[in-house]
Structures are given as C-alpha cells and as structure tokens.
C-alpha cells in the first residue's frame, strides 16, 4: 500500500508558475513510477506526466510539454511537477499517482496507476 499526499496547489496569474509535491509514505516508493493527472470540472482525468522509479525516463502529455517538469527525489519519498508559464486552462485538480511497478508506459491512462492522493486544486486567472 502506498498512501500520497499533495501539497503545493493555488491561484496563480497567466504566466506564472507553481510547484506540486506529493510526499509517498508505506511501501517502498523507489521502486514504484509516478505519475502527475489533473481533472477540470465536467471533464475526464487526464495524464499530465508520469516518471520511471529511477527519474531516468519521464513522459508528458503534448498540452503541457515544454513548460511542466516532473521529478522525484527517492530520498525524500517525494515527487514533483514544476509548472511553468501557466495558462488559464490548467486550471484543475492535480492528483498524484502511483504504479505497482517501475516503468511508466507510454500512453499512460488512468488504469494504468493504482494509488491516487486526494487532489490539490490549481487556478489560473487570466
């Protein structure tokens, strides 16, 4: 079991930038890939990005290539995603979320993940 906690999430102006953290806790986080979704309201949850257990191999969603960075320190049992230049049609829910292994597929989909936080909300104002 791993339980993921999200801190990091607010309003922000066009332009600016923010940073989520998820904390991990349980079983091993190292050995699990991570992943980044967000939902706006009446609209599915989508991947937003998603890292290896290594940090070594990260993918992201076309929407926010460029301008979202994810990461993860192992030490720390954390995982990250800077975001930068934000537009106003960021603005959602960002989760958290967990694999049972350590590779993250391509085409990663909500499936794909089996733990999720509880969510923060990020709002941009244009």
């Known amino acids: 079991q791993v339980q993921l906690v999200e801190s990091g999430g607010g309003s922000v102006q066009a332009g600016g930038s923010l940073r989520l953290s998820c904390a991990a806790s349980?079983?091993?986080?190292?050995?699990?890939?991570m992943g980044w979704f967000r939902q706006a309201p009446g609209k599915e949850r989508e991947f937003v990005a998603g890292?290896?257990?290594?940090?070594?191999?990260?993918y992201y969603a076309d929407s926010v290539k460029g301008r979202f960075t994810i990461s993860r320190d192992n030490a720390k049992n954390t995982v990250y995603l800077q975001m930068n230049s934000l537009k106003p049609e960021d603005t959602a829910v960002y989760y958290c979320?967990?694999?049972?292994?350590?590779?993250?597929?391509?085409?990663?989909?909500?499936?794909?993940?089996?733990?999720w936080g509880q969510g923060t909300q990020v709002t941009v104002s244009s």
């Open positions: 890292i290896n257990w290594t940090g070594s191999i990260t």
């Open positions: 349980g079983r091993t986080f190292s050995s699990n890939a």
């Open positions: 979320a967990a694999r049972e292994i350590g590779n993250v597929p391509i085409a990663a989909g909500r499936k794909d993940f089996a733990y």
